[in-house]
């Protein structure tokens, strides 16, 4: 652990602790800090756990957690990190939250965005540092949506600096931003017709997927890609469409049940499977044999309130965290089986537990209200990671991910 510089920096912290990452338990400090840049390291190791909290960036790997610290004090983060992710180069991006207090000169009200090389790096478009949207290409190039109206579309770091996507400005409010299986840039936005539409950008234009006659044309979009690449859409309304030749149908022509959808994805053997409200109902259903079809098992009645979040761990087994509970869920055998227990929906402050898989099988949840990151054993008993040294240990709301196993040379 770096011994790290914590100075004035802690003022501004303080001030903005809700705003970040998670809720610290104790007073926030700023990130580490160190001058000896040799020691610092270049981005993440392949498949490592990379988390982070409030005030500081880190990752697991090889049973220690290793800081990603600033070169200098002045270089540091000012305000609360919010979200981490990991480039397919390894490259680490970190989201801070807008100031508390932005009619301060230099200081803005929205989100900013951080790189990692031997240091933080301020991310900075023809001198705009307010971000709205970023991803990562499938070669590691940094995209980025700007957030304060000064600079519209979309933006790509290249070598000889940032280059705006043609046709990207004309595209209006742009709401997400996804990559298909065959690594085509996939956007969601609103232009000036009022109609949500999804654009793909192929041959440098922007092709409307979508148009202003769809039945979900006002709805609110997430984007997803079936087993075989098509592109799948979950409306706020409508339910699930996929794009068939051209055409987007919902799955077998079957109306969706439900019709304001929370996530949608395919099992490890197709099964198409939403999470949503469906009439005054709640819960998890599936498409197959032509016909949906509600995920019922034996014993708790999971999913009466709402599916916080669902995934298939890499046996193929139906694992959902259950907002009703505040606890996760394994399908087997025709049963809800708890795995996670530690948290209730009666707690103070009562949280879902987030969750996902390492490259290596393991399952990790970041702890719902209990906070920190833990992982299952072989035992089957949980167990904190990284121990009474984990730098976030009773932190809720924790932001996790996995580095590529490999990585892409950029």
Not at 55 to 80: D, Q, R
Not at 119 to 126: A, Y
Not at 153 to 173: M, N, V
Not at 311 to 340: H, K, M, N
Request: glycine residues 12%.
């Amino acid at each position: 652990m770096h011994p790290g510089l914590r100075t004035a920096l802690a003022a501004l912290a303080i001030s903005s602790a809700l705003a970040g990452c998670g809720t610290a338990p104790a007073t926030p400090t700023p990130p580490h800090s160190t001058t000896q840049d040799d020691h610092l390291p270049e981005g993440a190791s392949p498949g490592a756990l990379v988390a982070c909290g409030s005030t500081e960036v880190a990752e697991y790997t090889a049973g220690n957690w290793v800081y990603f610290p600033a070169s200098s004090i002045l270089s540091a983060p000012s305000t609360l990190f919010e979200s981490v992710d990991v480039s397919p180069t390894g490259e680490v991006a970190a989201v801070t939250s807008g100031s508390p207090d932005a009619s301060t000169p230099g200081m803005s009200s929205a989100n900013m965005l951080w790189t990692y090389r031997k240091g933080w790096h301020l991310v900075s478009v023809r001198n705009d540092t307010d971000v709205q949207l970023h991803t990562f290409g499938p070669d590691g190039s940094l995209y980025v949506v700007p957030d304060d109206g000064t600079l519209a579309g979309i933006w790509k770091q290249t070598a000889s600096g940032w280059q705006q996507l043609p046709g990207s400005a004309q595209l209006g409010y742009i709401a997400s931003l996804a990559w298909s299986p065959k690594g085509v840039l996939t956007v969601v936005s609103v232009p000036q017709n009022g109609a949500t539409t999804v654009w793909q950008f192929e041959d440098d234009h922007f092709v409307a997927v979508t148009s202003d006659h769809a039945p979900f044309a006002a709805d609110s979009l997430t984007v997803g890609f079936a087993p075989n690449g098509d592109l799948a859409v979950g409306t706020s309304a409508h339910g699930v469409w996929i794009d068939e030749g051209g055409r987007f149908v919902q799955p077998g022509g079957v109306a969706c049940p439900v019709t304001d959808v929370g996530q949608f994805a395919w099992s490890p053997k197709g099964v198409l499977t939403v999470s949503g409200k469906a009439g005054s109902q709640n819960g998890l259903w599936q498409f197959s044999g032509g016909r949906w079809q509600q995920v019922q098992g034996a014993g708790l009645n999971i999913g009466a309130d709402k599916i916080y979040q669902f995934g298939w761990s890499p046996e193929g087994v139906l694992t959902v965290s259950d907002a009703s509970r505040c606890q996760i869920f394994e399908l087997i055998g025709g049963r809800w089986t708890p795995v996670w227990t530690k948290t209730h929906a009666t707690d103070r402050n009562a949280t879902p537990p987030k969750f996902a898989w390492s490259p290596t099988g393991t399952l990790v949840t970041s702890g719902g209200d209990l906070g920190g990151l833990w992982e299952l054993t072989p035992g089957g008993n949980w167990t904190e990671i990284g121990g009474k040294s984990s730098p976030f240990a009773g932190e809720v709301g924790v932001s996790f991910t996995f580095a590529p196993t490999r990585f892409v040379h950029a």
